[in-house]
């Protein structure tokens, strides 16, 4: 046998050792995979009690459902302050590290304080998402983060409809949420390029629907011209709703809005309120059902899970 052959088969040789798969090194990434053996227990802390949750907890729901069927049992325990309340909201969060459940979903409502939390939680061991409303990039989330694109994009459809002239009240929902925070900048930022354009009112009613009821009020007998409002989040666009409908001003005063209620579709399909923003709630909660039970499994999952957004118009717009 030639050096040449025995140069060539020493190479092969080499090159076969490297190709061929080594042992250990797949078998190590599959070990870090765990099985569940036991129930899990969750606790999601959204910002209040609302209707709007209650698509998210269907999600929930049938992820929990799907689950089952694999042979895993998990327990979701939905904790909501009853209002928006940084305090109680923080309380909440404590609480529920102190009790180490296998997962913790969290919706901010204040991240500037929220955060030092969660941060705690992860230092903990507890596995943790984010949904409906973005904390940091730090932490996995689960929803929709265009926020002021989509208060943007409504501005521009207000303008637009009013012939770039108007006076507008916003009911700006939460101070401290991001969502709502990114949402009225939008607005205000689409607003800017039109002369015409004039903000005259501009209150938070907290995404509570007796108090953007009240603010609707207090904003038409301040402001009697006004010509549209810009409701922030779920409560405020059915708030302005019923004011506008009392006062006999509804088709005279344009209402553009967030999100959907059982009220916002009567009001939207009859034509008081011209336009909302809808999200996709339900995939925030079957995906971060999905991406708790990974975590437990020691899987990695996504930081950003985009549920997306759409606008729809009343089909009495004319």
């Known amino acids: 046998m030639s050096w040449k052959t025995l140069l060539s088969a020493a190479v092969f040789t080499a090159a076969l050792a490297v190709a061929l798969p080594q042992a250990g090194h797949a078998d190590d990434q599959q070990a870090l995979i765990k099985p569940i053996t036991k129930p899990l227990t969750f606790i999601w802390i959204p910002k209040l009690v609302h209707p709007w949750y209650q698509e998210v907890q269907n999600g929930a729901a049938y992820a929990i459902a799907e689950f089952k069927q694999r042979g895993i049992n998990i327990k979701l325990h939905w904790d909501a302050p009853p209002q928006a309340d940084i305090v109680d909201q923080n309380q909440r969060i404590e609480t529920a590290i102190a009790e180490r459940p296998d997962g913790l979903a969290v919706s901010c409502l204040d991240p500037a304080t929220n955060d030092e939390l969660l941060r705690e939680a992860i230092t903990s061991g507890i596995n943790l998402i984010t949904f409906d409303t973005f904390c940091s990039k730090e932490f996995p989330f689960v929803g929709h983060n265009a926020d002021e694109a989509d208060g943007l994009k409504v501005g ?152 997306g957004s759409r606008i729809v118009i009343s089909p009495k717009a004319q």
């Open 156 to 307: 521009e459809l207000v303008a637009k409809k009013l012939g770039g002239k108007g006076e507008i009240a916003i009911l700006a929902g939460s101070l401290t949420a991001p969502n709502h925070v990114a949402r009225v900048k939008g607005f205000e930022e689409a607003l800017a390029k039109y002369p015409g354009m004039k903000i005259v009112f501009n209150q938070p009613d907290n995404d509570n629907l007796d108090r953007a009821v009240t603010l609707s009020e207090s904003a038409l007998q301040a402001h009697p011209q006004i010509t549209a409002f810009f409701a922030a989040n779920a409560s405020a666009p059915v708030g302005a709703a019923r004011t506008v409908v009392n006062a006999g001003d509804a088709g005279k005063i344009l209402i553009v809005g967030f999100d959907e209620l059982p009220e916002t579709e009567k009001f939207l399909d009859s034509g008081v309120i011209y336009a909302t923003v809808l999200q996709r709630q339900w995939e925030q909660g079957y995906w971060g059902i999905y991406y708790l039970v990974a975590l437990n499994e020691g899987h990695t999952i996504p930081m950003d899970h985009e549920t």
